[in-house]
């Protein structure tokens, strides 16, 4: 057997050792003799080896002979058959512990295999569980942690086989176990092309966190005695930056359903951060659902809450949170803040999201928060709007079940109306637009007037039967919309028109005499309210000819609103030190120009009073709008304007905005329809080419 190993190296020393230091390495050699239970007779075949190399090196003719068979590229030493044994245990001893495994492991499979109970395969067996093991560990000390698991899943294997050495076998499973948290780490931080060691590594940790009771350890496993506690944790928070912001979604939702309350903390941080990053607020709905039914013991969630709640722009929900928290250095933090307390929150938030939730992840860059960019957003903004909406009409849901309650006396026409709702419930009839899945069956004993009401207080009645109008056209009028239930039912359309004019026929014939000018007046209003309320939320199809009468006045006001130009003239602010007045027109014009804009009235051309991001966030916006089909009226006034800090290069101002905005389709369908409402916005303007320019505009402070 030829073994990777030469004179030098099987006694210990350098080429360039002198005689001297190679007799003195040999008798080190001799007395150092491996006590790890090997038989005499292959430490004796050992020690006459190690003779030999010692004769060899220390004649200068027989050394200078094998020199030159090294410089003429000999290499490795041959060893008979009754020396194998004792060279494989000088080439372990020569620190080439993986060499040695390899050949004693192939040395002890056939057709090699030794005797059954001879000295020989006692003499190899030893050796392949101490080689396997220091194999592990010289792998380890390149941190290359499953290679070094590799050695000693192999040793333990073989010594199975042999049936022989258990103490030895424990010792390197015992190894092998307090290994697992680096086999992972190894797994997990390799790159994510190689998918197959990646998925072995979580699926590693996932059971190595099971079996320890959870993130909290709950459980005295196997791996108590390597791993306590704190030592996980380390381990933890040095392997969570090589898993991606899904995965550990997956790995604690996974350990949250197992009963681990940390994990479900983690669960909440994670789609926080793939919430916000990745610009999913349905996420953040997640994660907060989340964050509501945990236990923690210490864990103050008000702030967190409230953070999520900011998000979603729900300010006094946010505002309300914090107040709601027991932590008394936040409150003082939250009260003694230059800025309001919605300020404070903000930045109380953008800290949060920097330090706490958007690091850790593999595929998230870890950078300065902008909120701005995030309330900005066109999706999140949307998102937010069908939030309203659903908030809406889950307010009306409520508002119609209360009224059930109330059992008044009906008419005829009202009893006829019961039959058919009767005929539609008990499936007669089919129910319309999916109304039964969404309200369930509304009593509408809730439409009937009182005769008092009638007879005492006209105006009061009128108001009353329009506002029932209003009720009826809403929840029916997604079935009056719906072209395929009315093919099929059309007899219900005849009924439902004619209980509407009946109605109708009953209060003007009644009213038309004693309070004709005022009753024309509240029509208007009241109609344009009722069609207003079903522009916003069914469409403007009815079936009531007043009502369709105020949705299309409603239409030609919008498009009036298009073709009129009521932009304020663009002008440059050179004074190092301009006015409030000077600072309130430059804002009155970047509104006007900029909604003008938006609206498809006119080509943008504000660099006279903007810097080019702001100009360039417009144009995008203008653009999705086009991709989508749809115009967007915006009306903005400023009612106060305060001045928060000047210096020569740089002014912010708070402004009071009372703002509308629409959304309208290319055919004057109106989408949505925001009424005017209070909204403060943060304005930073810059000194820039001789002129204050609008920097940027923070919404909602």
């Known amino acids: 057997m030829e073994l990777p190993l030469d004179h030098f190296r099987l006694i210990g020393v350098s080429p360039s050792a002198t005689s001297e230091e190679i007799l003195r390495a040999f008798q080190l050699r001799l007395d150092k003799t491996p006590d790890e239970g090997f038989t005499y007779e292959v430490l004796t075949q050992r020690s006459e080896l190690l003779r030999l190399t010692a004769d060899l090196l220390t004649d200068p003719e027989s050394r200078r002979e094998y020199e030159n068979l090294l410089l003429n590229g000999a290499s490795g030493l041959e060893f008979s058959s009754n020396r194998e044994v004792a060279g494989l245990i000088l080439l372990w001893e020569s620190g080439s512990p993986k060499e040695a495994f390899k050949i004693t492991k192939k040395a002890l499979q056939p057709p090699q295999t030794p005797a059954l109970g001879s000295s020989r395969e006692a003499d190899l067996t030893l050796l392949a569980a101490l080689t396997s093991r220091d194999s592990a560990i010289q792998e380890q ?10 050695f000693l899943h192999e040793g333990i294997q073989l010594l199975q086989r042999m049936g022989k050495l258990g103490e030895r076998r424990k010792d390197l499973e015992e190894d092998l176990i307090s290994l697992l948290p680096y086999r992972i780490l190894d797994l997990v931080s390799r790159e994510l092309s190689d998918q197959e060691s990646h998925k072995k590594g979580l699926s590693m940790l996932e059971n190595l966190i099971i079996k320890r009771g959870g993130l909290e350890g709950n459980n005295k496993s196997e791996y108590g005695n390597y791993l306590n506690q704190q030592e996980f944790e380390a381990f933890f928070q040095q392997i969570k930056p090589y898993l991606t912001v899904q995965e550990q979604i997956d790995l604690f939702l996974e350990l949250q359903k197992r009963g681990s309350l940390e994990a479900g903390f983690l669960a909440f941080l994670s789609l926080t951060a793939i919430g916000f990053s990745r610009r999913k607020p349905e996420k953040l709905f997640e994660a907060r659902k989340i964050l509501k039914k945990l236990n923690l013991s210490g864990l103050d969630s008000m702030p967190l809450v409230g953070c999520l709640d900011l998000l979603l722009a729900d300010i006094d929900q946010a505002s309300a949170r914090f107040s709601s928290s027991p932590d008394e250095n936040l409150q003082d933090w939250l009260n003694n803040h230059p800025g309001n307390k919605l300020e404070a929150i903000c930045i109380f938030c953008k800290n949060w ?10 595929d998230i860059e870890s950078k300065e928060v902008d909120l701005d960019s995030w309330f900005e957003d066109r999706e999140i903004q949307e998102f937010i709007e069908q939030l309203d909406k659903k908030s809406n009409k889950t307010t009306i849901k409520l508002n119609l079940q209360n009224q059930q309650n109330k059992k008044e006396s009906s008419t005829k026409v009202t009893k006829d109306f019961d039959n058919t709702m009767e005929n539609i419930d008990e499936g007669k009839l089919p129910w319309p637009g999916g109304i039964k899945k969404s309200y369930g069956k509304i009593d509408l004993q809730e439409n009937k007037f009182n005769e008092e009401i009638l007879k005492n207080k006209s105006i009061l009645f009128y108001k009353f039967l329009i506002e029932k109008i209003a009720e009826l056209k809403f929840t029916f009028g997604e079935f009056l919309n719906d ?6 039912s059309p007899y219900l359309i005849y009924l439902y028109a004619f209980l509407i004019l009946f109605i109708f026929g009953i209060f003007v014939g009644f009213l038309r005499n004693n309070f004709k000018n005022s009753i024309q007046d509240e029509v208007v209003v009241e109609n344009s309210f009722v069609a ?39 002008e440059e602010i050179t004074d190092p030190s301009p006015s409030l007045d000077q600072i309130k027109t430059l804002i009155n014009s970047w509104l006007s120009n900029k909604h003008s804009y938006l609206a498809g009235k006119s080509e943008i051309n504000l660099s006279k009073v903007a810097q080019e991001g702001l100009i360039k966030r417009t144009i995008e916006e203008r653009e999705k709008d086009i991709q989508k089909g749809i115009i967007t009226i915006r009306n903005a006034k400023i009612e106060k304007i305060e001045l928060a800090s000047q210096s020569s290069s740089r002014i912010v101002v708070f402004v009071d905005l009372s703002f509308s905005e629409k959304f309208i389709k290319k055919s004057g369908e109106l989408i949505s329809d925001k009424k005017p409402q209070p909204w403060k916005v943060k304005y930073i303007l810059g ?6 320019k609008l920097v940027d505009f923070v919404p909602g402070l």
Do not use: C, H, M, P
């Open 532 to 570: 207003s309320d079903e522009n916003q939320k069914i469409g403007e199809k009815t079936i009531i000819q007043e009502i369709k009468k105020t949705s299309s006045n409603e239409i030609k006001f919008i498009k009036e609103q298009l073709n009129t130009n009521n932009s304020f003239k663009l």
């Open 141 to 150: 000390q390149l941190r290359s942690y499953s290679n070094a698991a590799d």
């Open 353 to 362: 999201l920097e330090n706490d939730v958007l690091v850790g992840y593999r």
């Open 483 to 488: 072209k395929e239930i009315i093919s099929k």
């Open 687 to 692: 000194f820039q080419d001789g002129s204050w």
